[in-house]
């Protein structure tokens, strides 16, 4: 597609549910990441993929949290057992080049994530 | 580990009112100073990337600088539609490709 799309634009949780947010990168770009954005903040790091190999996920903020992008595509970011504190918006990025100095990041709209 | 500070948080402009935003890092061998322009309920939208102390890159109103220690988004004649917030992050040689930004700016410009 033309830009980097996300899925779905709002999610309601019960504390306690799993959620799952998708990410559908540019065509053909390498890279693919994940951020938290809370309210008023800037976009935190959670993880990154360099094709369908997970390369860093310094950033995700407990084990309840899980992602995946199996064929180097199409990602989703899990969460499980959510709590209150996971309420934010969730962004996904994705970039043309893996290596060296590369390019700017294409961001998504982003899941905005409630958890009640 | 990198950092950002950006300063101002907030900013109220009049029109065509000119100002600059500023973006302080420390980062590990830098590999690309970002901004970014996000309206509210979107993702952020890239403006520039900066790799060099000294590089100048400008877009219509805006144009963004860099030095060894900050950036700064210079903002001339502003318009209403440049309100927005600013975001700048860095990249920097450790790890992989994570990006880290700041808190950001948000401008309103009045008319």
């Known amino acids: 597609g033309a830009g980097v799309s996300q899925s779905p634009r709002y999610k309601v949780a019960k504390r306690g549910q799993d959620v799952a947010l998708r990410c559908d990168p540019i065509s053909g770009h390498v890279s693919l990441f994940w951020y938290q954005q809370a309210l008023g903040q800037g976009p935190e790091f959670l993880t990154y993929f360099q094709n369908e190999a997970q390369l860093d996920k310094s950033g995700l903020p407990s084990d309840r949290f899980f992602a995946e992008r199996p064929e180097g595509s199409v990602s989703t970011l899990k969460i499980q057992r959510t709590q209150q504190e996971d309420s934010a918006v969730y962004l996904c990025?994705?970039?043309?080049?893996?290596?060296?100095?590369?390019?700017?990041?294409?961001f998504g709209e982003g899941s905005r994530l409630t958890v009640l | 580990e990198d950092q950002v500070t950006q300063s101002p948080e907030a900013l109220r402009l009049q029109e065509g009112e000119s100002s600059s935003l500023n973006c302080s890092y420390t980062v590990s061998g830098l590999r690309g100073l970002f901004w970014y322009r996000q309206d509210p309920g979107k993702g952020p939208e890239f403006l520039f990337t900066l790799y060099s102390a000294g590089e100048e890159k400008e877009k219509e109103r805006l144009k963004a600088t860099l030095t060894k220690k900050e950036s700064f988004l210079h903002i001339t004649a502003p318009k209403p539609e440049d309100s927005a917030t600013y975001l700048c992050?860095?990249?920097?040689?450790?790890?992989?490709?994570?990006?880290?930004f700041g808190i950001g700016t948000k401008l309103q410009v009045i008319p």
């Open positions: 990025a994705s970039s043309l080049s893996a290596g060296g100095l590369t390019g700017e990041l294409f």
């Open positions: 992050a860095v990249r920097g040689s450790g790890g992989y490709q994570k990006v880290t």
